[in-house]
């Protein structure tokens, strides 16, 4: 547990903390409105003003730093959002430890991925409108970030969300596009539906949703059943945010956007932002006792099951996508051992690595003219030395490598296992590290090793300097990342974080340089096998293939995740909507009402029978009546 | 003394005089002009009582009080409170933007711009009235022009639609002028002698048998109900709101429904607290069943008027249910909500209208790829859509959150449950955008023309407004929240939870060792 | 000496049930309205008799006024009669009975 931080005054900088969200929604709106006028400046303008949110967020950080540890904490109230009798919520940022990681992540990567978008939408004609949706979504993820309590994390929980809808659905003329699109949305909105959930539940618990507030009297306000519950339903928005196991489903079909979209959202940022969310409620989570084996059980499996679909690929982009899932997965784990440092490490480290990655690949498909089958590359390295080399080691920092930033990461998170006395996990980890090692390797392989198999990838050429300098920035990240925020246990990003989090866990169990060698020496053997399968020429690869039926075609199915959901949940729930639109609602209910009218027609139908046209009759039924009257009357007199 | 309420209420029915008095000689155009200058000028007064009016006092403004027919009690009383301030201005507001986007009906124009003049008469009158024969009058007045809207411009089943939407509302009316008049023959003992004064029968209701009371709370209920419309009696409104013409439906949606939620909110909760109390799971669980049902519905329509439609009885379930929790955050959520659905819906409609006068149809199946063919219509839906799948920022998910914030305090089952209409929302409506905005464009389709001048003329406040109220909600909230704490210091008695945010302070501040498990 | 009361009544009865027995019976519309008027007088025969019992002339006025309503109708229903007549060659009244289901 973490005791409440003392907010310090606004000194130096720090008030211009809301130019930091404000500038890429400036953006988002120039370019929205005014944006085809501007032709190529959309794009520049857009990376300018996400690059000046970095400039002004390393500004206010320096600033934050300058305050000592205990009072590290800035909360800055723009305007009252809700108020409603006691209950308030303000249009509040926050920038204490943790948000000003991800800030200076959302935004540095940010503009390196702005940059490169230049390149890669050039041909595009809504260029203008991709750069708005763009800057729209670094304003959302800022505010997710930067946010003072649940509600306005809320808002830019849900305004990622839109900005990831409308980008993978960008070029919505392809019918498939726009299903990944909805079903991106879709998805990740049924984890969000919980956390809003989780988020009515706190503020029955509290009557607030300030993280200050919340975390400060959690202890003396929350049974344990109480916490759990809380727990779990936040849990539920990160799982759909992280697709994490049993909502992953959606990441892979979202590599349907634009590739920059997929380094930024689907990599770097917007999919991190449920690790973001477990770690800053973790004064919650702790207070329950299940939520956090919970958490790593999930990270663990997902792991697991993602790392070994990422095998089965052979979309270069869904093997990146699987591998972001698995990479999720190991930072889930990593804060459901408490070590949330270690996960807000892996969180840095493989923004980097990752975002390398997917522009890499970008550059490649733009290369290969919209080719994504890594089965029709080969041979790339030559032809494309500047992309090839940077993902080499982007690949080589993602396989765990020493001594680039995910080595490091998956270190210090494999020691933690080791030395709290998590053997299953240690060990399942290390295979994880093994399946890592293993599919990046066959990534790299096929794609950039052997000879050319395809016409296209003898013409492949390298992409322009604006979308290979990004490569290169970000490669310097991903070899010095490690180094710069250290890897042990103590090490300086922990130290940074713990005001906010907590110390990183500590036991004794192997000697750190023992798991260190155990790890190397995993992703060696790792990217070795795979050197030996899809490049030495020594293994006949399809054939090799051909013997693992039906594996391959599982793993290529991502486990039939998808096919189990449609048959469960898609075809039952269709049903369930016809029959309460078709036949509940319009044969029983509206059928009871038009019944009702039915009825009174039909009593109509036989009293209109008496109207026989006969004068006489009716007389006489007229004289009948007044005699029977008069007659009645005398009786009565 | 001051007459803004009625000048607001009755100044469409000088339009209505103008057109008639011009008669045949009016050429349509000029019977345009006359109806959107009327409707305009009705705006603008609403606005100056709306500057009049005092957020922080909790009662009823701007009261005016006339006699009308001594004979029998009959008075002519109206006045405003918070909560009907911002209905008013609603509809005042969406006028308008209706009879802007009715621009293109050719058909007996003059008659047209009559029966929308004299819709907003009779609804502004419903909002006002402070007594109950009055209310009475205007509620029913409300169904003829409405009837003629429907029947005389819809579309295929038109006469169907508006016969049904007539007789429906109708039979529920028959209850609340039977209990009207129940309550009046109750008053004949007060010192004023008989009357339908709100204020007054309010404080006799009060000492009615607690069995009457109830009976007479379902009689309120069943005729509001109706025209909410609450689960199992809204089978009228996907008819109505199918067949109605463009503007029809936006006023359907934006003001028409709010009518019966407002009529719960002054009426039933006003006059029978402990009988709201009483049958406050009964209301509920049909709002959380109406909820998931609307949704549920909605995902299979083919007929994207019809998904609106349904995605109303969800919304508007909404609404109830935040009533029923009797909660500050709750109640307010609910009114919020009814103001949220209004412009959200309402922005819907004209969008759909607007597609189906280029497309000429409301089949999904018949549509697609429209985006790259009008892109800012397109995208201009899309926000409205968002902001109905209650995207934060936007309005509608003020209203919602708050809604089951305040509901989930008091019951978490009926929070919970009501929550899954968000996904159901985000399912339905991004399904039926995606079917008609992405996607290959059809043949027919090419060469349609994007949004113009008059259409974003008629767009553009809406839109603004859907923007503001998510970001700065406290606009209305200020007014709402002093009238609608009056309402529930009524209906709930003390010691039980009415602010969600209240309660907790309290145990924090004495700090209070865990609770939790003992309101579980 | 003065006719006692009933011999006006039972000729006012007898005339009535006369009226009414044409109008039940009879097919000709013209008959069918030279019943109802000998109804209509047969009323107006009691009325002038109790009149004359009571001494007073309210009954007499009420029956001048019957008298001049009764005139004003027979020229709605003549004229009735005779348009019907014009156009269908008939004023069998069981002929015309269009106005049924």
Known sequence: MVGALA???????????????????????????????????????ATALVAASFAVAVVVVLDLLAIGTEERLYVQHLFDWITVGAFEVGADLRLDALSS?????????????????????????????????????????????????????????????????????????KTENANAAKKAFVTTRIGDTAMMVGLAFIVWKFGTLDFEAVFGSAGAQLTEAAATGIALLLLGGAIGKSAQIPLQVWLPDAMAGPTPV????????????????????????????????????????????AGTAALGQTDIKRVLAYSTVSQLGYMFLAAGMRAYAAAMFMLVAHAFYKALMFLGSGSVIHGMHDEQDMRRMGGLLRRMPVTGWTFIVGAIALAGVPPLAGFFAKDQLLEIANHTGRPVVWILGTIGALLSALYIGRLVFLTFFGSARTEQAEHAHESPSVMTVPLVILAIGAI??????????????????????????????LPVWVLGTIGSTVAIV?????????????????????????????????????????????????????????????????GLVNGVGRGVGGLAQVGRLLQTGFVRSYALVFLVGAVALLAWIGVRL | MNRLLTLTTFLPVAGVVVVLVGGRALRDDVARAVALVTTI???????????????????????????????????????????????????????????????????????????????????????????????????????????????????????????????????????????????????????????????????????????????????????????????????????????????????????????????????????????????????????????????????????????VAYSSVSHLGFVVL????????????????????????????????????RTHTRELARMGGLASVMPWLLGTYLFAVFASVGLPGLNSFVGEFLVIAG?????????????????????????????????????????????????????????????????????????????????????????????????????????????????? | MRTPIAYFVMLSGVLFALGTVGVLIRRNALLIFMSVELQLNAVNLSLIAFSRMHNELDGQILAFFSMVVAAAEVVVGLAIIVAIYRRRQSVNVDDARELRW
């Open chain 2, 41 to 307: 000028a009705t705006f603008l007064v609403s606005l100056v009582v709306f500057g009049k009016f005092d957020p922080a006092v909790p009662g009823y403004q701007l009261v005016e009080q006339a006699e009308w027919v001594p004979a029998i009690g009959l008075g002519y009383i109206v006045g405003v409170d918070g909560v009907s301030i911002w209905l008013v201005l609603l509809t005042t507001f969406l006028f308008p933007i209706a009879v802007l986007a009715s621009w293109p009906v050719e058909k007996d124009v003059r008659l047209y711009m009559i029966a929308m003049l004299a819709l907003e008469t009779a609804v502004v009158g419903s909002f006002l009235a402070l007594d109950l024969l009055l209310f009475f009058l205007f509620f029913e007045a409300i169904l003829v022009p409405m009837y003629f809207l429907i029947g005389g411009w819809g579309s295929a089943r038109r006469v169907y639609a508006a016969i049904k939407f007539f007789l429906y509302t109708m039979a529920g009316s028959a209850f609340l002028f039977l209990a009207t008049l129940f309550l009046w023959s109750r008053s004949s003992g007060l010192d004023g002698g008989a009357t339908f004064d709100l204020r007054a029968l309010t404080e006799l209701a009060g000492g009615l048998p607690v069995t009457t009371a109830r009976w007479l709370f379902l009689a309120f209920l069943v005729a509001f109900a109706v025209k909410v419309p609450l689960f199992p009696l809204h089978t009228w409104l996907p008819d109505a709101h199918t067949e109605a013409p463009t503007a029809g439906s936006v006023l359907l949606a934006g003001v028409l429904l709010k009518v019966g939620t407002y009529g719960i909110i002054r009426f039933n909760l006003t006059l029978f607290p402990e009988a709201s109390r009483y049958f406050a799971d009964l209301v509920s669980i049909l709002a959380v069943i109406g909820i998931l049902y609307g949704a549920v519905a909605a995902l299979i329509q083919t007929d994207i008027k019809r998904l």
């Open chain 2, 407 to 520: 509901t989930f305090a008091v019951n978490q089952w009926y929070g919970a449950l009501a929550a899954l209409a968000v996904i159901l929302a985000a399912i339905y409506l991004l399904w039926s955008y995606q079917r008609v905005a992405y996607g290959p464009v059809r043949d027919e389709h090419r060469g349609l023309g994007d949004l113009n001048l008059r259409e974003s003329v008629v767009l553009a406040p809406v839109l603004a407004l859907l923007l503001v109220f998510g970001v700065y909600p406290k606009l209305l909230t200020d007014a709402i929240e002093p009238a609608v704490a009056r309402v529930i210091e009524r209906v709930q008695p003390a010691g039980q939870t009415t602010d969600v945010g209240e309660v907790a302070v309290q145990q924090v501040e004495i700090g209070l060792v865990p609770d939790g498990g003992q309101q579980e």
């Open chain 1, 526 to 590: 790792g990217l070795v096998l795979a050197w030996l399968v899809y490049a030495s020429g020594k293994v006949d690869r399809a054939a090799f293939e051909e013997r693992l039926e039906p594996l391959p075609r599982t793993l290529r199915n991502g486990w039939y995740w998808d096919d189990a959901y449609a048959k469960l949940l898609v075809v039952p729930g269709k049903a369930a909507a016809r029959v309460t639109a078709f036949v509940v609602d319009a044969k029983w209910v509206d």
């Open chain 1, 480 to 509: 010095g990342a490690g180094f710069v925020l250290n890897s042990t246990a103590e090490g300086r990003i922990a130290h940074y974080l713990e005001p906010v989090v907590g110390e990183v866990p500590h036991g004794d169990g």
């Open chain 1, 262 to 305: 997929s380094a930024l959202i689907h990599a770097a940022t917007m999919v991190t932002a449920g690790v973001y969310l477990v770690v800053r409620s973790a004064p919650l989570f702790e207070l329950s006792d299940i939520a956090l084996p919970i958490v790593l059980v999930i990270g663990l499996v997902t792991m697991l099951v």
């Open chain 2, 322 to 357: 935040g009533i029923f929790a009797f909660t500050a955050q709750g109640v307010t959520g609910g009114v919020l909500q009814m103001v949220n659905h209004g412009l959200a819906t309402g922005a819907l409609f004209l969008l759909v209208g607007m597609m189906y006068e």
């Open chain 1, 101 to 173: 990681t991800m800030i200076l992540v959302v935004t540095g990567v940010g503009s390196l991925i702005h940059l490169y978008s230049i390149g890669y939408m050039a041909h595009d004609a809504r260029s203008a409108r991709f750069f708005a949706y763009l800057n729209l979504f670094v304003f959302f993820m800022l505010v997710l970030v930067l946010g003072a309590n649940y509600l306005v994390l809320y808002l830019g929980w849900e305004g990622v969300g839109l900005c990831s809808y409308l980008l993978i659905g960008f070029w919505y003329e």
């Open chain 1, 7 to 45: 907010p310090s005054e606004a000194t130096g900088s720090l008030p211009l903390l809301w130019l930091v969200p404000s500038l890429p929604l400036a953006g988002a709106a120039v370019n929205l409105f005014v944006g085809r006028r501007l032709g190529k400046a959309a794009g520049w303008l």
